[in-house]
């Protein structure tokens, strides 16, 4: 049965990721007066983009082609990997936090090199922002996922959720705590979202993702913002069961408990996005430079947790 919680994860991600942002909409466009264009939004637009006729720009080589497609590769393979319906997978040896930051990395480079390729200021600009910000991200996610780790004896993503499964009293620790806040950082700064980044923005001078995409049109669009979408997802999904893992499936899932591991995962995620739509409501963009400040402090919270789960560890 893991294989058939394999196969409803990515169900759950693939086809609910474009609703989640949906509902991020709808959140936004609820607390500013808007009506809004509904929770199905994102899916008509993806359908309108899939049948566009496909634009390449001169000048541009293989690196330009193929970076959605390592861009949605990569994060279907965090998806299959992470516990996110169930704590066991079919690829559950290779689940490990290592892979999976490394597999995020991968993926913000081809599309850094997507925008550089196009041989424009703009993509060249986003690119080289994005970088910077990923420089300081993905070491900050090693270290709090690493601090929760080393409670469960294993950097293996399901044995550290089935840690906190069985020790809940954990993420309620200091370590827990700054975990938790440092994650919540890098995430909105892994994924583009306010105060770091603006989704919608079209300013050119303040774009850092948007400014790696603007040459992309038709389908390869529909791709990069499918697995944009997806992205979010799962690392909303990953920090949901990461803390409050209650509702996710075992390693040896029933039907019952596969079902309930993806109405769990669901909730959990619908809440989080709504929460961080809520919150970007009330937040505006931070200015450039002051952006590895906010991320440098993230990484010093998270440093601390790994400081004092080994100092916890060692006295207990």
Do not use: C
Not at 44 to 49: C, G, P, S, V
Not at 140 to 164: D, E, P, Y
Not at 257 to 263: A, C, F, Q, W
Request: glycine fraction near 10%; hydrophobic fraction near 60%; charge should be neutral.
């Amino acid at each position: 049965m893991s294989f058939v919680a394999g196969v409803a994860q990515l169900a759950v991600v693939v086809l609910g990721a474009p609703l989640m942002i949906g509902l991020m909409r709808q959140v936004r466009a609820a607390l500013e007066g808007r009506a809004g264009g509904g929770l199905l939004q994102p899916w008509r637009d993806i359908r309108k983009q899939l049948g566009k006729q496909q634009v390449t720009p001169r000048g541009t080589t293989v690196v330009f082609a193929s970076a959605p497609a390592v861009l949605a590769g990569t994060t279907l393979l965090i998806v299959a990997i992470a516990p996110i319906v169930a704590t066991g997978s079919p690829l559950d040896p290779v689940a490990d936090l290592f892979a999976v930051v490394g597999l995020l990395f991968l993926g913000t480079v081809a599309l850094a090199l997507a925008g550089i390729d196009t041989g424009t200021s703009f993509g060249g600009m986003g690119a080289s922002r994005e970088i910077t910000i990923a420089a300081l991200v993905e070491p900050t996610i090693l270290l709090a996922v690493f601090a929760l780790s080393i409670r469960a004896g294993s950097s293996n993503l399901g044995a550290v959720v089935a840690n906190t499964l069985e020790h809940p009293g954990h993420v309620a620790s200091l370590t827990g705590v700054l975990a938790f806040v440092a994650l919540v950082v890098v995430i909105i700064a892994e994924t583009g979202r306010l105060p770091v980044d603006n989704p919608t923005t079209h300013l050119e001078l303040t774009m850092v993702h948007e400014a790696m995409t603007l040459e992309y049109a038709g389908p390869r669009l529909a791709l990069v913002e499918w697995s944009s979408g997806m992205r979010l997802a799962v690392l909303l999904a990953l920090l949901a069961n990461l803390f409050a893992p209650w509702g996710i499936a075992g390693s040896r899932p029933s039907p019952l408990d596969i079902v309930i591991g993806v109405v769990a995962i669901a909730a959990k995620v619908a809440l989080l996005a709504a929460l961080m739509a809520a919150a970007e409501v009330f937040i505006a963009k931070l200015r450039l430079f002051r952006v590895p400040e906010l991320l440098a402090g993230s990484f010093l919270l998270a440093l601390l947790a790994v400081t004092a789960a080994n100092f916890f560890t060692v006295a207990a």
